[in-house]
């Protein structure tokens, strides 16, 4: 009943004798809006930012552990025996043919700077540094596959061994 009331109140209002709205109210109202809405949005890709730098660094961690694994699990020979169609192993692969290839580029550069110094010798020098610490030949072999000098290092710290001592026979 008080809708058709109010229906027939608004049919017979007679608009031109109501106030107009005034503009600065309405400036007012649409800048609070506007401020807020951008504010808000601010926020929000503040956060959303800060999630995706989280899971960046959750996803690099991932990363540095699979390298680690796929590391360890490529010195077992019965892994290596089987197919390997992962292209992750592919890649550690072609890693370690270019060092390998660097090796060889070395070497040669060596040979024509000093004639007398044999390959064998730098060889034989990393050799007597890694019968010194024997618990570090593995991590150095994961170097030399081409793991990333940072994920050996994280490694070699989470065995409870100096990340240092590494660095220090790697420079021999």
């Known amino acids: 009943m008080q809708k058709i009331l109010m229906e027939h109140e608004i049919e017979n209002l007679d608009l031109t004798k109501v106030a107009a709205l005034q503009q600065k109210r309405t400036l007012a109202f649409v800048n609070h809006f506007v401020v807020t809405t951008a504010q808000f949005l601010n926020t929000f890709a503040k956060q959303c930012e800060s999630k995706l ?17 796929e590391a360890r699990l490529s010195s077992i020979p019965e892994v290596n025996d089987s197919s390997q169609t992962n292209e992750s192993v592919k890649s550690l692969d072609n890693s370690q043919v270019k060092t390998e290839e660097a090796e060889v580029d070395n070497q ?10 044999a390959p064998e010798t730098e060889a034989s020098t990393t050799n007597d540094s890694i019968q010194t610490k024997p618990e570090y030949e593995r991590f150095i072999k994961m170097i030399q596959v081409g793991v990333p000098l940072e994920a050996v ?20």
């Open 53 to 69: 730098m989280q899971f960046e660094e959750k996803l690099e961690k991932v990363d540095a552990a699979m390298v680690l694994l």
């Open 108 to 117: 040669t550069q060596g040979i024509k700077n000093t004639e007398e110094k």
């Open 153 to 172: 290092k994280l490694k070699v710290s989470l065995e409870g061994l100096d990340p240092k001592v590494l660095e220090s026979l790697l420079k021999k």
